[in-house]
């Protein structure tokens, strides 16, 4: 399986994606993980990052397709398929995409746009609790751990991302519609793009994701 799933912050990529990854066998490639890795290891990338992370924008089309390339070559897991979360976000990191795949004889089976009104994505956004060394993500009232601010398959704690914050998300989210709206066109024309509606329960969107893939595989 090779699918994107593409939608605004709090959307549910990050909590579709390894189930995904799971019942598929494939790499879950994260640029929004990948970038807080680098934060927290305090490389220069990470320092560069954090600052434009924080604003709301988007990190350049370069950096972020150098490192998906380095994934799909060198992450063994990858070899099965993938399911990218967060990429490809502009018109160029979709185009680089495809030449990537071409290079590598693979083609795209879906993308799948988790589509929710951005009313609805403030209170996900500003419940968000994540577990930094893993990316899970749960939610004070939607997907509470079962010990308060603790992560429930290493006993680590849990801390908020310094974007999830009212003002932070404003500006996500016109980043998402004027940047990313595109991409979702770009790949309609394809008639690679199936959207599902990511205002229903988490197991309720799981449950139609599995669908269009079978519909699409
Ligand atoms: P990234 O980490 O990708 O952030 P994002 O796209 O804003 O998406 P989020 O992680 O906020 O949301 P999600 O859809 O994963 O939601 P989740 O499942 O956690 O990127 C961060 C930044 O890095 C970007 O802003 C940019 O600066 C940079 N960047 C990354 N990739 C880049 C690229 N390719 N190019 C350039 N820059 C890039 O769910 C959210 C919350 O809701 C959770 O608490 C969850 O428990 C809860 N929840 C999930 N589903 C449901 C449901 N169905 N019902 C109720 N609650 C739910
Ligand atoms: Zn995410």
Redesign the pocket.
């Known amino acids: 399986l090779r699918t994107i799933l593409i939608?605004?912050?709090?959307?549910?990529?990050?909590?579709?994606a390894p189930r995904i990854r799971d019942e598929y066998c494939v790499c879950h490639l994260?640029?929004?993980?990948m970038?807080?890795e680098q934060i927290a290891k305090k490389t220069p990338l990470g320092t560069m990052?954090k600052k434009?992370?924080d604003a709301?924008?988007?990190?350049?089309?370069d950096i972020?397709v150098g490192m998906i390339k380095d994934q799909l070559e060198n992450n063994k897991a990858c070899k099965n398929g993938f399911v990218l979360?967060?990429?490809?976000?502009?018109i160029p990191?979709a185009e680089k995409l495809d030449s990537m795949l071409e290079t590598r004889k693979e083609k795209l089976d879906s993308v799948v746009q988790?589509q929710i009104d951005d009313q609805l994505l403030i209170s996900?956004?500003t419940?968000?609790?994540?577990h930094p060394a893993s990316g899970r993500?749960?939610?004070r009232q939607?997907?509470p751990p079962k010990t308060p601010m603790t992560d429930d398959a290493t006993g680590e704690p849990l801390v908020q991302?310094p974007?999830?914050n009212v003002d932070t998300l404003t500006k996500?989210l016109v980043?998402?519609h004027t940047q990313t709206g595109p991409v979702v066109d770009y790949y309609r024309k394809k008639g690679l793009w199936t959207g599902i509606d990511?205002?229903?329960?988490?197991s309720?969107?799981w449950d139609n994701i599995s669908k269009a893939f079978k519909a699409s595989t």
């Open positions: 939608g605004p912050p709090g959307a549910g990529k990050g909590t579709q994260a640029t929004g993980d970038l807080r990052a434009i992370i709301g924008e988007l990190v350049s089309d972020m979360d967060g990429f490809p976000r502009t990191q988790l996900r956004i419940g968000r609790l994540i993500s749960y939610h939607f997907q991302r974007d999830d996500r980043t998402y990511a205002a229903q329960s988490p309720v969107v």
